[in-house]
């Protein structure tokens, strides 16, 4: 069984301050991971995602994440918050199951960004 | 290459009612996922579809259906509205097998 856990269902952080969204998971295998966000009235877009190899993921909009294993962790941060920052994101893992990814969101923590 | 396109975006129902969504998929990918989003549920995963079969169904009643067609097009239906049905659907699609999806913009569905 694979399962997403997201501290924090909101999360509020000034224009300019680090933003700081965590992410843990559970997997029996080696997952890949995803940081979706999604903004009002949308669907969800991909930010970045953890597949094999580097550890440390850029992703689009300045936001980066690190996939630490012994921490089964995969948070999602920004240098600096931009007011068009605020949105929601989804964390999520995939791992096979029965010659398929399965996927797995979290709950979801919506971004706000105070000027 | 196009998106996901999902149909309609915004519909309101009554209750008792049925509806039909559809999804068209990202051309090439065979897997389409739907996925009902509420503010006090999140992401509720509601079924996958894959080369017309489904493959993966989450816990939702009987009365939440799907299907998909040779051409990766699918189609979602629920039966007998219920207030409670008030959401927004999601449809994703996939191609590789890393899981990454792709998704629509999203029906939203009120049913009063």
């Known amino acids: 069984a694979q399962s997403v856990t997201q501290l924090g269902s909101h999360v509020s952080v000034s224009e300019g301050a680090l933003v700081l969204l965590r992410c843990n998971y559970s997997?029996?295998?080696?997952?890949?991971l995803f940081w979706y966000v999604q903004y009002p009235n949308q669907g969800l877009q991909l930010l970045l995602k953890?597949?094999?190899?580097?550890?440390l993921v850029k992703g689009i909009n300045g936001f980066e994440a690190e996939f630490k294993k012994s921490e089964t962790s995969f948070h999602l941060t920004k240098p600096s918050a931009h007011m068009s920052d605020a949105a929601e994101y989804f964390c999520?893992?995939?791992?096979?199951?029965?010659?398929?990814?399965?996927?797995?969101f979290g709950i979801g923590t919506k971004l706000q960004v105070i000027p | 290459k196009a998106g996901v396109t999902q149909t309609p975006r915004y519909l309101i129902k009554t209750r008792g009612q049925q509806v039909t969504l559809s999804c068209s998929p990202i051309?090439?990918?065979?897997?389409v996922s739907w996925y009902q989003q509420t503010p006090g549920q999140g992401l509720q995963f509601l079924f996958e579809?894959?080369?017309?079969?489904?493959?993966n169904k989450g816990n939702f009643p009987g009365r939440f259906s799907g299907r998909q067609f040779s051409n990766s097009r699918s189609e979602m239906n629920v039966s007998t509205l219920e207030l409670g049905d008030s959401a927004l659907y999601l449809c994703?699609?996939?191609?590789?097998?890393?899981?990454?999806?792709?998704f629509g913009e999203g029906s939203r569905l009120t049913v009063l």
């Open positions: 994703a699609s996939s191609f590789g097998s890393a899981g990454e999806l792709f």
């Open positions: 997997s029996s295998v080696p997952p890949y």
């Open positions: 953890y597949t094999t190899g580097a550890t």
């Open positions: 999520a893992v995939s791992a096979p199951r029965g010659g398929y990814q399965k996927v797995t």
């Open positions: 051309s090439g990918h065979r897997s």
């Open positions: 579809y894959f080369s017309e079969t489904q493959r």
